[in-house]
């Protein structure tokens, strides 16, 4: 099993910036692909972004790429989520979640992720 914990979330004015962090335990986190996933209120969870169990493969959903890093430190069992430029549509809460493996496009799918955090909220003010 792994458990995922999210932080970091928070009210923010768009424009602003938050960081969030999804600190993992159980088993081995390093064989792990990392995703980040969000629900907007009235909404799907949709996906935001992903990374290789390295850490050099990263994928993002358009609507966040070049706003968003997603990076891992597995030292600490932690992946984070800078959130930049922020506007109010990335209002939502955001997931961690994780699926043992290697990166791969389907890692984009909510369906493919075992575990899951439950969530930090985000939101931004316009």
Do not use: H
């Amino acid at each position: 099993q792994v458990q995922l914990v999210e932080s970091g979330g928070g009210l923010v004015q768009a424009g602003g910036s938050l960081r969030l962090s999804c600190a993992a335990s159980g088993r081995s986190f390093s064989s792990y692909v990392m995703g980040w996933f969000r629900q907007a209120p009235g909404k799907e969870r949709e996906f935001v972004a992903c990374i290789s169990w390295t850490g050099g493969r990263t994928y993002y959903a358009d609507s966040v790429k070049g706003r968003f890093t997603i990076s891992r430190d597995s030292s600490k069992n932690t992946v984070f989520l800078q959130l930049n430029s922020l506007k109010p549509e990335d209002t939502g809460v955001y997931y961690c979640a994780a699926r043992w493996g290697v990166l791969t496009p389907t890692a984009v799918r909510e369906s493919e992720y075992e575990y899951w955090g439950q969530g930090t909220q985000v939101t931004v003010s316009s």
